[in-house]
């Protein structure tokens, strides 16, 4: 287990991390993206082609993260709690 920091992004639409801050165990849970999925990014556009499984021990839950070059850990709001409806 890595201690890890964890961006919480209302703009992301996707889950997502660097390779390097994966475990070794979730690295075996790497899968292919089919589709690709392309990001707009800063820099420009990439295309992510994998995605891990990743624990998130706070949140009780595992997600699925995009596999970036190089990024931090950002797990994106609608993705997470989208589902629920504020009264």
């Not at 390097?20 to 849970?29: G, V, Y």
């Not at 790497?30 to 990014?41: D, E, H, R, V, Y």
């Not at 998130?56 to 709001?77: A, R």
């Amino acid at each position: 287990s890595l201690d890890r920091s964890v961006l919480v992004d209302s703009g992301a639409s996707y889950h997502m991390t660097g390779w390097d801050a994966f475990t070794r165990s979730e690295r075996k849970t790497k899968k292919p993206l089919s589709p690709p999925i392309p990001l707009a990014t800063a820099n420009g556009i990439i295309v992510c082609r994998q995605y891990v499984k990743v624990y998130i021990p706070n949140l009780c839950t595992t997600l699925e993260m995009l596999v970036l070059d190089s990024c931090g850990l950002v797990i994106s709001v609608g993705k997470t709690f989208g589902f629920m409806q504020l009264l």
